[in-house]
């Protein structure tokens, strides 16, 4: 096994490992986070040892200014981020979010291509240059460590590009970001652009240079180690690869690579590789993003060995089919089936192993739904515990919530009675409907009117058998918005009605924390 062991590598060779799961990651659509949900996982983050974390876009909300505020209070390790476009007011807001932090970074940003430079910016290109300028220079003036990108970098023409980098360098940018905005590179040429950039712009040495890839053709992973092998010493990256679109480059991907193929490229991180199970699946909790079973690093089959041939390897050597052991990314040794006399010892045991570390709180609460579970299913598998200690954290917060619910369904038709709990106040209604789970979604539309139209409802099996707990997952769209849904049940329907209600829960706290287009000062 060819793992570099972590610590064998210099500083000098470390790459930065800049996470955005709350920034690009939030705009994923659907992929909302409370403030309780950004602090924890800013926590969890922090203890994983990711160097910068960029916790918001302060200008766009009230929320996102009060989550990097918040973060910016609570972390002293990893240094804090907000981001900024290239305006006096964005970047002051963002100074203020950051101003309490050990670390503060002000990240600002401004398109550079053709394309987005005529339609998007209606400006010219000297225009955009001298905006960087103004822009960089005035962040520098309220904080020593700021970063700067080319929003659509690998469409920009290469000579503007390399103006606007020692623009920004000279302007006091000390990070300078070559996104691939919209997915589009080729890993062969996002490597070359930065070896070109870093080689030809005066001043280069002087900066840290950064990748940042969508995922729009799946190569995001493959840009950013190409970016690397070009020189650059930063990657953003998102936990499960969440963000625009097709997403980020996925933070545990990228920081396995860099660890199991050592022999080929000598560049470390900081990130303990064994909180990522914990991590993704709380980010896939807290959005109620489910992640696909053959995900890379943290998908449920990642580990898993089904053909004859390869169990029988396996067995004599897991080196056979193992190019990292399930236990180097936190998930453990997770056999041991549990059962209704399974103590709590055995219960936090198992937890720890999955990959949880709960407080005391969510611990009891965790043991007594375990508890209930147990007395309705014989064996309790892994699986089963991950679904209910995720459906747990999904509801965490939620305003509303499910109560009770009934219902009737055969031949004879359909129909659901449910009580939603509204801030802790009952409300009952009755319905019919076309199938038992038209009848409980029509039963919630009476207690919860809203114009919402539903655009996704997909149910599983967490495990096999007629007793397997049912994960259900929601999607709902109102005027644009999208807001996604999950919960889990051995009973279908109230799985059902427990994840339109989460979707529900995240939908209104989306257009909470949405503002009318905060203004933006043009103050330079
Ligand atoms: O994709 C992108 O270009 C961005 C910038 C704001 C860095 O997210
Ligand atoms: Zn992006």
């Not at 970016?227 to 545990?252: K, T």
């Not at 004599?316 to 190019?323: D, S």
């Not at 109560?403 to 055969?410: D, H, I, M, P, Q």
């Not at 989460?502 to 103050?523: C, D, M, T």
Request: glycine residues 8%; proline residues 3%; charged residues 25%.
């Amino acid at each position: 096994m060819t793992t570099v062991p972590a610590g064998a590598i210099s500083k000098r060779d470390n790459v930065v490992v800049f996470d955005t799961t709350m920034r690009d990651g939030e705009q994923s659509p659907g992929a909302s986070m409370s403030l309780e949900e950004k602090l924890e996982l800013a926590k969890i983050l922090e203890e994983m040892g990711v160097d910068v974390i960029e916790a918001g876009f302060p200008i766009a909300s009230n929320g996102d200014f009060e989550a990097v505020r918040q973060i910016a209070e609570l972390i002293t390790e990893s240094t804090v981020c907000g981001l900024a476009r290239a305006a006096a007011g964005d970047i002051d807001r963002c100074a203020e979010a950051v101003r309490r932090a050990k670390r503060g970074r002000i990240h600002t940003f401004i398109s550079t291509s053709p394309v987005h430079m005529k339609y998007k910016l209606q400006m010219e290109p000297d225009a955009v240059l001298e905006a960087i300028t103004r822009s960089v220079s005035h962040a520098r003036n309220l904080v020593d460590d700021v970063e700067w990108s080319a929003e659509d970098a690998t469409r920009t023409e290469r000579d503007f590009l390399k103006r606007c980098v020692e623009a920004a360098i000279k302007a006091g940018a000390t990070t300078i970001n070559l996104p691939d905005t919209v997915g589009y590179s080729y890993p062969s040429e996002y490597g070359e652009l930065f070896r070109d950039v870093i080689t030809s712009v005066p001043g280069a040495d002087k900066a840290i240079f950064s990748a940042h890839c969508h995922n729009d053709l799946g190569l995001a992973v493959a840009n950013s180690i190409a970016a690397i092998e070009g020189g650059a010493r930063q990657v953003e990256v998102a936990i499960n690869g969440i963000g625009e679109r097709a997403g980020n480059a996925a933070l545990e991907e990228i920081v396995m690579a860099l660890r199991v193929r050592g022999d080929h490229l000598p560049y470390g991180t900081n990130v303990d590789p064994v909180h990522i199970t914990r991590a993704s699946r709380y980010v896939s909790a807290i959005t109620g993003f489910p992640v696909q079973f053959n995900k890379a690093i943290v998908g449920k089959n990642a580990f898993a060995h089904e053909s004859g041939i390869h169990q029988d390897g396996m067995l004599k050597n897991a080196e056979t089919y193992e190019i990292m052991k399930p236990e180097d990314v936190g998930q453990g040794a997770t056999n041991l089936v549990m059962g209704k006399h399974s103590g709590r010892h055995a219960f936090r045991e198992k937890l720890k192993a999955l990959g949880y570390e709960l407080g005391q709180n969510a611990l009891n609460d965790a043991f007594g739904r375990f508890k209930e579970l147990a007395d309705k299913k014989k064996h309790v598998f892994d699986d089963d515990i991950v679904a209910l200690v995720d459906d747990a954290l999904a509801r965490g917060s939620e305003k509303i919530r499910v109560s009770r619910l009934r219902v009737v369904a055969g031949t004879d038709g359909q129909s659901a009675e449910l009580t939603l709990d509204i801030d802790g106040v009952p409300s009952t209604a009755e319905a019919t409907g076309d199938g038992p789970v038209d009848a409980v979604f029509n039963a919630i539309h009476k207690i919860v009117p809203h114009s919402a139209a539903l655009r996704l409802f997909q149910v599983h099996a967490v495990t096999e058998g007629t007793d397997a707990q049912a994960q259900v997952s929601v999607r709902l769209e109102e005027d644009g918005r999208i807001a996604t849904g999950a919960a889990a049940d051995t009973d279908t329907l109230t799985a059902s009605a427990k994840a339109y209600v989460n979707a529900l829960n995240n939908l209104f706290a989306r257009k909470e924390k949405s503002r009318p287009e905060a203004a933006i000062a043009s103050g330079f």
